[in-house]
Structures are given as structure tokens and as C-alpha cells.
């Protein structure tokens, strides 16, 4: 399983949950468009949730990929949404545990349709635009690592965040819980990467020093 920006390829492995840190929203289809080719070929089901603009724009990159997305669409191998309702909970309100639901009965669906494995791909800036704080954010992506990396899911997640309306505290925490990341045209392992594990006991040790710290 591959993801390839601007030529440099890595494998990528089941279960994987990649961050890509963009400036421009039109850095988002060429990057998923390429990862989602690779999943078309091994028989794998993906899905891409964005703004109406962004989906436009990767049925164009995929098309430049000589795939035909109404086909795709039509066999029931892509999903396309542009609305942000089925993925929050009430249709309204940003919940981490509520979207990794999503995810697994996603994954669960494709699996007995047939398909080997899933793609997802998120512009969650775009979803969790004024709904939900860095706490909620950081939760979602530590428990999508537990989840998927630690059971090593048939699912490979590529999340989408601009790097400029992240606080640059939550960038740093982003790319902790993240071992590959995209940014701007490169892509690389991470080497301060923390498997969720370490992250809540290094969580859990900063509280309990806070703790003592006040008393």
C-alpha cells in the first residue's frame, strides 16, 4: 500500500492514520487522488469527505488518473460527501468516539460487500470547522491510532488539517500521533512519532505533576 507526493513514495501499511498539513485546501485531492488509485487496484472501497469544492476537484484529479469516477461510484468502490452531518453526531455536534464509529461501521460495510480493505480520506478542518476545540481533535486522533494501528485494521486514514488554523501547540501533538505526515510537497516518517500508548502515559504523567505541583 503506497502514497506517493511529488514522486517520493512510501509504504504504507495497514492500519495506518497519516496527517497531512496543508496551506492551500488544493493541495488536498492531488495527494488523496493518488492514494485512493492505489486502493481502486487491490480492490479496496474509499471514501472522500470535503467541502463541495474539494470534491470537485479530486473527481478531476482522478479522472487525470484515466479512472472513471462515475463507474467507481456506481459500483459502490467510492463514496463522496459534502455534507459534514453524517459524520457528527445529532448531525451537529463534533464527537470523536462518534466518528471513529463511523470509521469501523464503514469498514465493517466494505468488508461484506467484498472489498479487501478501506480508504478514508477527511478534510477535518472542513469538519470540525467552529465545532469542536484541540482537546476533542487530539482525542479523535489518539483513539483512531489505539484503534486501527494497534489491531492493524484493513483501513488506511489520511486526515486532512491546515496547519494555519491550528494553534501551533496542536501541531506538535498532531505530529506526535502521527508516523507519516504530509506537508506541503514532502512526505516523511516521523521520528518523534508516540504510538497512543506512550501518548496518554505521557498524558497521565504530566497531569499527576501538575497535581503535585499544586499542592
Known amino acids: 500500500m503506497d502514497l506517493s507526493v511529488e514522486g517520493k513514495t512510501e509504504r504504507i501499511p495497514p492500519g495506518s492514520h497519516i496527517c497531512q498539513l496543508y ?15 492505489v486502493g481502486f487496484t487491490l480492490s479496496e472501497k474509499c471514501l472522500f469527505a470535503a467541502a463541495p469544492a474539494q470534491v470537485k476537484e479530486l473527481r478531476e484529479e482522478l479522472q487525470k488518473l484515466q479512472l472513471n469516477v462515475d463507474e467507481l461510484i456506481e459500483m459502490g468502490q467510492l463514496v463522496l460527501f459534502e455534507e459534514r452531518e453524517p459524520f457528527l453526531a445529532n448531525g451537529n455536534r463534533f464527537d470523536p468516539y462518534f466518528l471513529l464509529s463511523q470509521h469501523q461501521t464503514f469498514i465493517a460495510q466494505a468488508l461484506r460487500e467484498g472489498w479487501k480493505a478501506v480508504r478514508i480520506s477527511i478534510d477535518m478542518n472542513w469538519l470540525a470547522k ?5 482537546e476533542q481533535i487530539l482525542k479523535y486522533e489518539a483513539a483512531s491510532d489505539a484503534v486501527f494501528t494497534f489491531q492493524n485494521a484493513p483501513i488506511i486514514a489520511l486526515m486532512h488539517y491546515d496547519h494555519g488554523k491550528l494553534v501551533p501547540s496542536l501541531v506538535v501533538e498532531m505530529l506526535k500521533l502521527h508516523p507519516i505526515s504530509v506537508v506541503g510537497k514532502y512526505i516523511k516518517r516521523n521520528p518523534y512519532y508516540l504510538n497512543s500508548e506512550q501518548y496518554m502515559l505521557k498524558i497521565l504523567r ?3 505533576e501538575k497535581e503535585k505541583g499544586h499542592q
Open 23 to 37: 496551506s492551500k485546501v488544493t493541495e488536498i485531492p492531488g495527494v488523496t487522488a493518488r492514494l485512493m488509485r
Open 130 to 134: 467552529d465545532i469542536a476545540t484541540p
Open 206 to 208: 504530566i497531569n499527576r
